[in-house]
């Protein structure tokens, strides 16, 4: 059974930065795509940002692009998600997540297999 699990949310203010951090309980280079999530109240989970493990290529969504960065430590097995200059909009629950499926859209959540407890975000504006 694989773990993922977060760390690093908590509340700031707009304009400020947060670390989110993810460590995986087997090596994340078996996995295709590592990606985080958010879901906000009375929304749906989106996509914020993912990883693909073959060349290391990165994607994100529009609403994040320029803000927010995400890494990947196979050394330590571990996700990182850097987020700049939050927005009273960024306010979620964040979710790890991982697959080995390599095809398929980076930001569908149902073609991830694994995923972590989430870490709540909040951002007073």
């Known amino acids: 059974q694989v773990r993922l699990v977060e760390s690093g949310g908590g509340s700031v203010q707009a304009g400020g930065s947060l670390r989110l951090s993810c460590v995986a309980s087997k090596a994340t280079d078996d996995f295709g795509y590592m990606a985080w999530f958010r879901q906000a109240p009375g929304k749906q989970r989106e996509g914020v940002a993912a990883?693909?493990?073959?060349?290391?290529?990165?994607y994100y969504s529009g609403d994040v692009q320029g803000r927010f960065t995400i890494s990947q430590d196979n050394s330590r097995n571990t996700l990182t998600l850097q987020m700049n200059n939050l927005k009273a909009e960024d306010t979620a629950i964040y979710y790890c997540?991982?697959?080995?499926?390599?095809?398929?859209?980076?930001?569908?959540?149902?073609?991830?297999?694994?995923w972590g407890q989430g870490t709540q975000v909040t951002v007073s504006s």
């Open positions: 990883r693909y493990s073959a060349g290391g290529t990165a």
């Open positions: 997540a991982a697959r080995k499926l390599r095809l398929g859209s980076w930001s569908l959540a149902s073609l991830y297999n694994y």
